[in-house]
C-alpha cells in the first residue's frame, strides 16, 4: 500500500510522485502502446463495418439490396426453396458463372442499356432461360426480335389478370404492377384484356421480359400473385444468375469516334495540298511589314509623324471636309491660345485679332479662315498652306 504524507498544503506519495502525476508519467511510459491498441480497435470496427457494407448494395432490384426497390426478397425466398443464386456485376463474371452451370437461368437488369447485341447474343447462348426487366429497345432487339414495346399501363388499373394460357402466370394468378407493356409470340396480363402485356415470352420460351420492376422489388413483391410469378419465373432452374451490368460492362468500342474517324478518307490527301495552297495565298497577297522594331515604351511620337498618319487616313477615304474641319479648328484653337484670349473666345474675337497681326484684310482672313471650303484633295492643300501662312505670320508678329 502506498503511504502519503503531507508537506505544506502538497500531497506527496512515498513514490516521489506529487497525487495525479503518476497516471501521467504510466501514460507517457506506455504512450506507444495506447496507441497501437486505439489503433487496431480502429481497425476492427472499421472491417467489422465494411463487412456488415459489402453484404448489402443499394443498386435497383440487387439481389443484395434490403430497401423497398431492391430485390433481395426474391432471392432469399429463392435460396430458400433450393434455387443457387449467383449475383454477378461484370459480363466476364456473368459468362463465367454460366461457363460451370447447366441450364442456368439469367436474371438481367440492364436499365441503362449499357450491353451491346454482341454481349446479350453471348447471354442467351450461354443461357437456358433469360428474364428481362424493363428491357430498352436496345436490349430487346439484342435478346428477341420477336418482343416488341407496347405502351404503359394506366393508372387507373390496379390489378391485371393473366390472361393467357402460360403456367406460370395462371399459377400465380393475378398481379398488382405498373409499368411497360410488350408484345410478343406470347403475352400475359394484358391491361385491356389483349394486346400487349407485363408479360412477353420469345417463341422458344427461353427469353420473358416483365415489364415492371414492382412485380420484384421488396415493396410490391407481396401485392396479389406478384410473388408466385417472378418464383415461377426465375425459380424454373436450380442455377440462377442475377446480373446487374454496369458502366465497366460497355465494350471499348463503344466509344466516342475521333475527328480522324470521323474524317473522310479524301481529305487525308486533299488536306495537306490546300494547307500548302493557303500557305502560299498568305504569302503572295500577305502585306510586307517588314521585321518589328523592338522599341523601350513610352514611345515619343512626334507630331510631323502623326499628322502625316492622320493625314494619309483621310486621304484614304477621301474625308476632305473632315480633314478641312479639323485643319480649321485647330488652327483657331493655336491662335487663340498665342493671343491669350481664353477657352472661350470666340470665332469673331479671334478672326479680329488675327486680322490686326496680319498684312491680309480682314475680309481675306475671314474667307480663308471661316468662309471657304475646300471640295478635293487639291484645293484642301492649297487651303491648308494659305491657313498656315495666315498662322505663321500672326504668330510671328
Known sequence: MT???????????????????????WFQKHLVWIALGALLAGLVIFLAIDSVAGATDSRRLSARNPAPDGGMAVAEILGRHGVSVTPTETFEDTLEALSNKDDATVFLFDAQGFLDRSQLEDITAAADRVVVVTPRLRTLNGLAEGIRPGGVVPEAI?????????????????????????????????????????????????????????????????????????LRTLGNNADLVWYLPGIGDIPASNSSPTLNELAPRWLAFAGPWLGF?????????????????????????????????????????????????????????????HFNLGADATTEAILDTTARHVKLPATEVRSVLIDFMPESEGQLVQWAQQIERIEQEAIAR
Open 3 to 25: 503511504t502519503k504524507e503531507h508537506v505544506g498544503q502538497e500531497e506527496i506519495t512515498t513514490t516521489g510522485f506529487p497525487a495525479g502525476r503518476g497516471f501521467k508519467a
Open 277 to 337: 495552297v493557303a500557305l502560299l495565298a498568305i504569302v503572295w497577297r500577305g502585306r510586307r511589314m517588314g521585321p518589328l522594331v523592338f522599341e523601350p515604351l513610352p514611345v515619343v511620337v512626334k507630331a510631323a509623324e502623326t499628322a502625316e498618319g492622320r493625314a494619309r487616313l483621310y486621304q484614304d477615304s477621301r474625308a476632305v471636309e473632315r480633314a478641312a474641319r479639323n485643319l480649321r479648328a485647330g488652327t483657331l484653337s493655336r491662335l487663340a491660345r
Open 158 to 230: 390496379q390489378v391485371i389478370e393473366p390472361g393467357c394460357g402460360q403456367d406460370d402466370a395462371l399459377a400465380a394468378g393475378r398481379v398488382s404492377a405498373q409499368g411497360s407493356v410488350f408484345s410478343g409470340p406470347v403475352v400475359c396480363y394484358a391491361p385491356r384484356g389483349s394486346g400487349p402485356g407485363l408479360y412477353a415470352e420469345s417463341a422458344d420460351g427461353r427469353v420473358i421480359v416483365l415489364g415492371s420492376r414492382e412485380l420484384l422489388d421488396n415493396q410490391h413483391v407481396a401485392l396479389e400473385g406478384n410473388a408466385a410469378l417472378a
